[in-house]
């Protein structure tokens, strides 16, 4: 790329409010009226490959295949036409292909300044994606109480009823109906104590080792599977211990790795199913619109058919199943466990390898 045009060179902003943005993972500049970069936060030095001390005076619109873009956006924000504007354009970065942006610019509360945010378009996508994970999350949990409530109130008359109607002597031929009726309220109790599960139990928080909850839930699945599934390790020991509830992490990972292999069936019956368990420690990692220092990744990845298509979307709602017989319950748990520990569970699903991969932050 020519080299961007120099302005005279702007006072450099290295005050407190702007070294806040060196903790975003998202790429932001703070620019005058004329679009010269007084601030560019560490992500863009990265991006770019330019330190800010050199960044600091240059126009911030000759960085894109389209400069006119940015051009036009800052002349309507100077001159109050808009209050915010986004558009997707394209970076241009040093000895790299340029890199597609979303780009947010926006008046600063210091006058005269324009911060000009962009969001890598993968990037932007993950964080509507892990914010539509939130929100259903959310949704789940009201869905979740509400149906509690409406199935409890009526399941007790009934199978008070059913029991009463046992009791009637003129009713001896109905004895057997009556039994069904009991044993259905007891299912449907049963699987409204499972929805209620994770909200009633109180937290039990120490220190948790993630390799020992995977070992738990090693030992458990294959004495549940003992032919045709092979469950691999595949473990980074640097990862340390962090606080949270070690029986809730395991039923979470459980529920996992039971799903995996619930759907390995076909696999399993030809002797080669496998599952993996693979942890890694990430750094400067962002999700949940957060940026931690540091992170746990542990992925359960099986060999299986994939999540069907029509499901993929809803995979975490309640009571959605891509297995006959399922109860749809597992995912939505464990993903309401994980939330609980201030992470998130997402799906990667092709035909011949499915990828759970679960997020908590570390200490």
């Known amino acids: ?41 560490n992500a863009l030095e990265d991006a770019i490959g330019l330190s800010r001390r050199s960044l600091t ?37 040093l000895n790299n292909e340029p890199l597609p942006v979303h780009v947010v610019l926006a008046k600063s509360e210091h006058g005269g300044e324009l911060v000009v945010e962009l969001l890598p378009l993968e990037q ?6 892990e914010q539509r994970l939130h929100e259903q999350a959310h949704a789940n949990k009201e869905l979740i109480r509400n149906l509690a409530h409406e199935i409890k109130n009526p399941l007790g008359g009934i199978r008070g009823a059913a029991q009463l109607l046992q009791l009637e002597p003129d009713a001896r031929e109905l004895a057997e109906y009556a039994q069904v009726i009991i044993h259905e309220a007891d299912r449907l109790q049963a699987l ?28 458990l699945v294959l004495a549940e599977y003992p032919r045709g599934l092979r469950v ?38 030809a002797g080669d199913a496998e599952i993996v368990l693979r942890t890694r420690a990430l750094r400067q990692v962002t999700f949940g619109r957060q940026r931690y220092r540091l992170a746990l990744e542990l992925h359960v990845i099986d060999n299986g058919p994939g999540v069907p298509e029509a499901i993929k979307d809803r995979i975490f709602y309640p009571l959605v199943s891509g297995r006959e017989g399922g109860c749809g319950l597992g995912l939505t748990l464990a993903q309401t ?5 201030h992470g998130l569970i997402e799906c990667d699903s092709v035909p011949g390898r499915t990828d759970f991969k679960l997020l908590i932050p570390l200490p």
């Open 1 to 41: 790329m020519t080299a961007p045009r120099q302005h005279p060179a702007p006072a450099a902003c290295h005050g407190p409010q702007y070294q806040a943005l060196d903790r975003l993972a998202t790429l932001v500049s703070v620019i005058d009226a004329a679009g010269a970069i007084r601030f560019a936060n």
């Open 124 to 129: 932007q996508t993950r964080l509507e994606r």
């Open 337 to 341: 466990i994980v939330q609980q520990h």
């Open 57 to 93: 005076g240059l126009a911030l619109a000759d960085w894109f295949s389209e400069p006119n873009l940015l051009q036009n956006a800052i002349q309507g924000a100077v001159s109050h036409e808009y209050a915010v504007i986004r558009y997707d354009a394209r970076l241009q970065r």
């Open 192 to 219: 409204v104590d499972r929805l209620l599960a994770p909200h009633r139990r109180a937290r039990v928080v120490d220190e948790v080792n993630i390799h020992e909850v995977c070992e738990r839930v090693r030992a």
């Open 232 to 269: 691999r390790r595949d473990y980074d020991p640097s990862i340390p211990e962090f606080r949270g509830d070690r029986e809730q992490l395991i039923q979470a990972v459980l529920n996992l790795v039971q799903n995996a292999a619930q759907a390995l069936q076909a696999r399993r019956a």
